[in-house]
């Protein structure tokens, strides 16, 4: 990781911003009967479909994205040893929020 990327610190409403742009651009040719956009309030299977498969992609891009490698994304995914069944944006944008400002 550059020393600018680790210097770098975003702020809650930024984070939000760039994840909601991350997860439109990745569904954005995605064949969906959801609309009105991708929101904070957003459900990743329930709404945009995701598998398993697309939530490892969006790890690898908010890691790309924010510069920061192995963020401890096993907190967010798993809760008392079994992964859960449904994320929110707000979810991710919490999480994320708690990692970049460590």
């Given at each position: 990781?550059?020393?600018?990327?680790?210097a770098?610190?975003?702020?809650?409403?930024?984070?939000?911003?760039?994840?909601?742009?991350?997860?439109?651009?990745?569904?954005?040719?995605?064949?969906?009967?959801?609309?009105?956009?991708?929101?904070?309030?957003?459900?990743?299977?329930?709404?945009?479909?995701?598998?398993?498969?697309?939530?490892?992609?969006?790890?690898?891009?908010?890691?790309?994205?924010?510069?920061?490698?192995?963020?401890?994304?096993?907190?967010l995914?798993?809760?008392?040893?079994?992964?859960?069944?449904?994320?929110?944006?707000?979810?991710?944008?919490?999480?994320?929020?708690?990692?970049?400002?460590?």
């Amino acid at each position: 990781m550059s020393n600018e990327a680790a210097a770098t610190k975003f702020t809650h409403d930024q984070i939000e911003k760039d994840l909601v742009a991350l997860v439109a651009d990745m569904t954005a040719d995605w064949d969906l009967s959801f609309t009105g956009g991708v929101t904070p309030e957003t459900r990743l299977m329930a709404d945009l479909a995701f598998e398993s498969i697309d939530v490892v992609q969006l790890v690898v891009a908010i890691e790309g994205h924010f510069g920061r490698r192995k963020m401890p994304f096993e907190q967010l995914m798993m809760v008392d040893g079994r992964y859960v069944q449904e994320l929110q944006i707000k979810q991710i944008v919490d999480f994320l929020a708690r990692q970049l400002d460590a």
